[in-house]
């Protein structure tokens, strides 16, 4: 069921909530054995979030749903998990557990879409296990596979330009 939701961009008095956003972007196979919350204070993830809002690349929307925040996308340039190049952001996006396979993360990845044309960036790419279910999504909607490893996958998505 697709609740009524909107996609609008992220309040600076909401960026706090991307550390609740990043946890649920880890891709966890094993639900009973969630991995701890502190893994967020490793320099290669807090990177992802630290002071956001104030650095290049820095774009966020979020899914609202009854006036609570359900989900979020956000790009940073930053030298990381998907990094293809100093040019192109990488992408994170997550949702609460209960909000996925709803086509909200797919709206969220348009909404992002649209903010990254309007700043002039021209691709994204995002960092992504083999085994996670949303590659299938992300490959629907036009993301490539340039790289991977035995893990991963770096998936990099053109943008329109805005002349």
Wanted: aromatic share 12%.
């Amino acid at each position: 069921m697709i609740m009524n939701f909107i996609i609008r961009p992220i309040r600076l008095n909401e960026t706090i909530l991307l550390s609740e956003f990043l946890y649920e972007a880890i891709y966890q196979p094993d639900a009973l054995h969630p991995v701890p919350r502190t893994i967020l204070q490793h320099p290669s993830l807090w990177k992802y979030i630290e002071e956001f809002g104030t650095r290049e690349g820095d774009l966020c929307v979020v899914a609202e749903i009854d006036k609570v925040v359900v989900g979020a996308v956000w790009t940073r340039l930053i030298h990381s998990y998907g990094f293809v190049d100093n040019k192109t952001p990488e992408l994170s996006i997550s949702l609460y557990p209960q909000y996925r396979n709803q086509g909200i993360g797919t709206k969220l990845i348009y909404g992002i879409f649209e903010e990254l044309s309007r700043a002039g960036y021209r691709s994204v790419s995002l960092s992504v296990s083999k085994q996670n279910p949303a590659v299938r999504m992300y490959l629907r909607i036009g993301f490539a596979i340039v790289q991977e490893n035995d893990a991963d996958y770096i998936m990099v998505h053109p943008l329109a330009s805005k002349c």
